[in-house]
């Protein structure tokens, strides 16, 4: 059974940075890619980074290039999504996610995703 249970989250001033944990139980990160997706106050679910691990390809929304980094743990078998100069408009719940692959184009809407975390609150204010 595909489990991933997100943790991390909580509330940061602008600019600071926050670290997210998926960590995933009953599969290898060799498996599936992993996502991370987010949804704000009153918008949709969209996806924010992904990567697979077998030859360790990073896809990323555009608005998040520069600031969001998704990188893997192994040994811990989690995946994390690091968070700099965060900005009020990136208060969301926060999901990681189990894609099949090849992550396919519509990823960031949720095409493939197989399992769901339960998500993790993110809230950026002063």
């Known amino acids: 059974q595909v489990q991933l249970v997100e943790s991390g989250g909580g509330l940061v001033q602008p600019g600071e940075s926050l670290r997210l944990s998926c960590a995933a139980a009953?599969?290898?990160?060799?498996?599936?890619?992993i996502g991370w997706f987010r949804q704000g106050p009153g918008k949709e679910r969209g996806g924010v980074a992904c990567?697979?691990?077998?030859?360790?390809?990073?896809y990323y929304a555009d608005s998040m290039k520069g600031r969001f980094t998704i990188f893997i743990d192994n040994a811990k078998n989690t995946v994390h999504l690091q968070m700099n100069s965060l900005k009020p408009e990136d208060t969301a719940v926060y999901y990681c996610?189990?894609?099949?692959?090849?992550?396919?184009?519509?990823?960031?809407?949720?095409?493939?995703?197989?399992?769901w975390g339960q998500g993790t609150q993110v809230t950026v204010a002063s």
């Open positions: 996610a189990a894609l099949r692959r090849p992550v396919i184009l519509g990823w960031q809407v949720g095409l493939g995703v197989v399992s």
């Open positions: 009953g599969f290898t990160l060799d498996d599936y890619a």
């Open positions: 990567i697979v691990s077998s030859d360790g390809l990073t």
